[in-house]
Structures are given as C-alpha cells and as structure tokens.
C-alpha cells in the first residue's frame, strides 16, 4: 500500500513530441505528489509537485494531470526536447511522512 | 559553497575496508538523507535525521553505521561491505517535514564500488 507504480520504465520521444510518464498509487492517504528529475552524474532535483485538490498543474512545458478517484497521476512534457533527456522520478507522502518513490523512467528525446 | 555537497564521488573498497562518505548542506535545513540508488531499487531510503536525531532507519544492515554531529553534516561510515552494496549513495536535505513540501535537495552523490 506504500508502493508507487511507475511506468513506462523507458521512453524515446522524437524532439517537439509530448513525452507522458504515468504513475499510480493505493494509499488514499498520501497528499502531496512531486516529480524529480535527474541528469546523469547529478542527483534528482524537484521539477513539479500538485496536491489532490486541483487535477491539473501547469509549469511551462511540464503539466502533472492528477485522477483522484483512480489514483493516478502523469506527468506530460510537451514539445520534449533533447535538453529533457534523464531519469524522471514521481513521488508521493503523507504529511509528516517521507517521500515513496517510483522506480523512474528513463527518458530520452531524439533530435 | 552552496547545495548539499557529497565527498567523496567515487569510492572503491574491498569487502574487510572501512571508510566514511561524507555529506554537507548549505542550505539551513534540519533534517537530513541517506538514499542509495541502484538498478534494482532506484531510490531506496535508508537513514533519516531530525535535529540531529535518527528518526528513521529503513531496516538496513549493521554494516552501514550513520552518524549526524549537527545539522549540517550526516556521515555514513561503511564497514565490511558486499559486492551487492555498490551504488549511488545520495544526501539530500529539507526543512522539516519533508511530506509538507515533498522538497527534498539532493547532493550528486557517491559512487561506491565494493570489490
């Protein structure tokens, strides 16, 4: 019940297309839903988070879409570019509560 | 210096060595991150601090020993280790509680090879 499913586990996007990476969870607790992000040779570095009050959050080329009643949440990239090549992490926790992460997807965007 | 910085990078030691990672944070957090990364779990936590407290411990092997003297600074001594303890072992820091922000900052890591 603590576990995040992330899939898919790798992604190849040609440049300009829309990159999606989705993510499902089962505890009905967790309330706050962050994406990391990691280049190779860096650690992960937040990109995006929403909470389960809004279903859509938009930040530049990023958008999280969340689905509250099936418990599931993705994030979109659109017009993905070679630069978004790396490990996408989703995340989910409680308050008070330590971050559950996904496994990652390894994106990469072909020129 | 600003961030959470890790040293050192790279590590290679043999299975009876004993040696420490060192972590430091910038950045006026109180709580502090052990995670190891690996193909098969790729961001597992192990230790958590609070104030200088372990507030947590992700079942993991005595032979990882973690240490906080204050809040910016976690050490993780390593002693006696497998071949399957080679990864990437990543600090991260945040103001507590992390589930508030979900805003953890991480270090670049450090990259153990277990001979």
């Known amino acids: 019940q603590q576990q995040v499913k992330q899939s898919p586990q790798s992604l190849i996007v040609q440049k300009g297309g829309i990159s999606i990476i989705n993510c499902?969870?089962?505890?009905?607790?967790?309330d706050y839903f962050p994406w990391y992000q990691q280049f190779p040779g860096k650690g992960p570095a937040l990109l995006i988070a929403i909470r389960p009050d809004v279903s859509e959050k938009k930040e530049g080329r990023f958008t999280i879409s969340f689905n509250k009643s099936a418990k599931q949440f993705s994030l979109h990239i659109m017009d993905s570019q070679p630069g978004d090549s790396a490990t996408y992490f989703c995340a989910a926790s409680m308050m008070q509560g330590n971050l559950i992460f996904g496994k990652g997807t390894k994106l990469s965007v072909k020129p | 210096e600003t961030g959470v910085t890790q040293t050192p990078r790279h590590l290679v030691m043999g299975m009876t060595n004993k040696k420490s990672l060192k972590c430091e944070q910038h950045l006026g957090h109180n709580a502090m991150y052990w995670y190891k990364q690996s193909a098969k779990k790729p961001l597992e936590l192990m230790f958590v601090y609070s104030l200088e407290e372990r507030v947590e411990n992700n079942s993991v092997p005595s032979r990882f020993s973690p240490?906080?003297?204050n809040s910016s600074h976690l050490f993780l001594h390593l002693h006696?280790?497998?071949?399957?303890?080679?990864?990437?072992?990543?600090?991260?820091?945040?103001?507590?509680?992390?589930?508030v922000s979900g805003e953890l900052f991480f270090g670049e890591g450090s990259r153990l090879t277990v001979l």
Do not use: K, R
Request: proline content about 10%; overall charge negative.
């Open chain 2, 67 to 69: 240490e906080c003297p």
């Open chain 2, 80 to 99: 006696t280790l497998q071949p399957e303890d080679s990864a990437l072992y990543l600090c991260a820091s945040s103001q507590e509680p992390a589930g």
């Open chain 1, 24 to 30: 499902a969870y089962e505890n009905t607790a967790f």
